[in-house]
């Protein structure tokens, strides 16, 4: 009894780790095989891809939104859950039917429903 009581211990304490901590966000036209972004950049044409990559540099377990704006409006949010042992990248693709529409946009991290980092990005 006593050794399956410390196997669930083990168990729960191995599953509970930290929040992560956002150490950068990244924007850009391409990613990397780690999910980090190739050539950042916050200019963007209508009909490029454009992702974002969360950065963090410490164990932790999190839900990550991409929240993306146009204009002032949120036009679409995405989350995922997430579980780094040492520095991740969690990355998040903005995707539209067409091209984008020319105009300034934003993109908003959250780590766990808080605002972790903001980037404004324009569509010319």
């Known amino acids: 009894m006593r050794g399956g009581v410390c196997v669930l211990l083990l168990i729960i304490v191995a599953g ?3 929040a992560l901590h956002l150490t950068a966000l990244q924007l850009g036209r391409t990613l990397n095989a780690d ?3 190739a050539n950042q950049t916050t200019r963007f044409k ?5 992702y974002a990559a969360a950065l963090s540099a410490q164990t932790g377990s999190s839900t990550i939104t991409a929240r ?10 995405t989350s995922k859950s997430v579980s780094y042992k040492g520095q991740g ?7 539209n039917a067409g091209d984008f529409p020319a105009g300034d946009y934003k993109v908003e991290i959250l780590i766990d429903g808080e605002s972790a980092a903001s980037r404004d990005f324009k569509v010319e």
């Open 89 to 95: 990248a969690t990355a998040f693709e903005f995707k």
């Open 35 to 37: 999910n980090t972004v």
């Open 46 to 50: 209508p009909d490029d891809a454009i």
């Open 68 to 77: 993306w704006s146009y204009n002032g409006h949120v036009i679409s949010e």
């Open 16 to 18: 509970c780790r930290p």
